[in-house]
T-cell receptor, first 116, second 109 residues
Framework: KAGVTQTPRYLIKTRGQQVTLSCSPI?????VSWYQQTPGQGLQFLFE???????NKGNFPGRFSGRQFSNSRSEMNVSTLELGDSALYLC???????????????FGPGTRLTVL | GQNIDQPTEMTATEGAIVQINCTYQTSGFNGLFWYQQHAGEAPTFLSY????GLEEKGRFSSFLSRSKGYSYLLLKELQMKDSASYLC??????????FGRGTSLIVHP
């Protein structure tokens, strides 16, 4: 079974630009969650999508948005990039979502975003 | 608010046992997870506890005390490949996971 894939793996942007990241979950998984990981803040939850609907949202500004398609693939968009958005963006897929106890998440390799 | 504390770094010797502690204060509780993350790689799931007590899985065990807001991950028979960051994460009342900053474990010969 193929794992979670994320594209692109590396990205360099400048302040003010926007960026779209993509995540393909494990086949059969309906939930995709997105996380931001930085040395200073650690791993922080951005949002979760389940069956094309946003189920939960973390404490991030509206510049961060996402969506999920009918095949469960998900995209995350960050508009008006700031220097502080430089981070590793991870997505994780699970069978039935975060609200199901003991529901293991499988993480993708991440997209390393650098904002100059 | 949500707060999760774990030591920043620990060192141990190959073959030894190490215990990584995690204390948490969260609004609501729906379980506690431990993840392992090697440098430059994605986190991988290690364990999940929702009831008090010890869960054993091979060389790794995880303990939870909900009344004390406390968990630990126990690694036995340490191997060099266990050198990694260990993340404690709590699923809060709305099932949003909150992660600790991670404990960097260095295993030396």
């Amino acid at each position: 079974k193929a794992g979670v894939t994320q594209t692109p793996r590396y990205l360099i942007k400048t302040r003010g630009q926007q960026v779209t990241l993509s995540c393909s979950p494990i086949s059969g998984h309906r939930s995709v969650s997105w996380y931001q990981q930085t040395p200073g803040q650690g791993l922080q939850f951005l949002f979760e999508y389940f069956s094309e609907t946003q189920r939960n949202k973390g404490n991030f500004p509206g510049r961060f948005s996402g969506r999920q398609f009918s095949n469960s693939r998900s995209e995350m968009n960050v508009s008006t990039l700031e220097l502080g958005d430089s981070a590793l963006y991870l997505c994780a897929s699970s069978l039935e979502g975060l609200a199901l106890s003991r529901n293991e998440q499988f993480f993708g390799p991440g997209t390393r975003l650098t904002v100059l | 608010g949500q707060n999760i504390d774990q030591p920043t770094e620990m060192t141990a010797t190959e073959g030894a046992i190490v215990q990584i502690n995690c204390t948490y204060q969260t609004s609501g509780f729906n379980g506690l997870f431990w993840y392992q993350q090697h440098a430059g790689e994605a986190p991988t799931f290690l364990s999940y506890n929702v009831l008090d007590g010890l869960e054993e899985k091979g060389r790794f065990s995880s303990f939870l005390s909900r009344s004390k807001g406390y968990s630990y991950l126990l690694l036995k028979e340490l191997q060099m490949k266990d050198s990694a960051s260990y993340l404690c994460a709590v699923s809060g009342g709305s099932y949003i996971p909150t992660f600790g900053r991670g404990t960097s474990l260095i295993v030396h010969p």
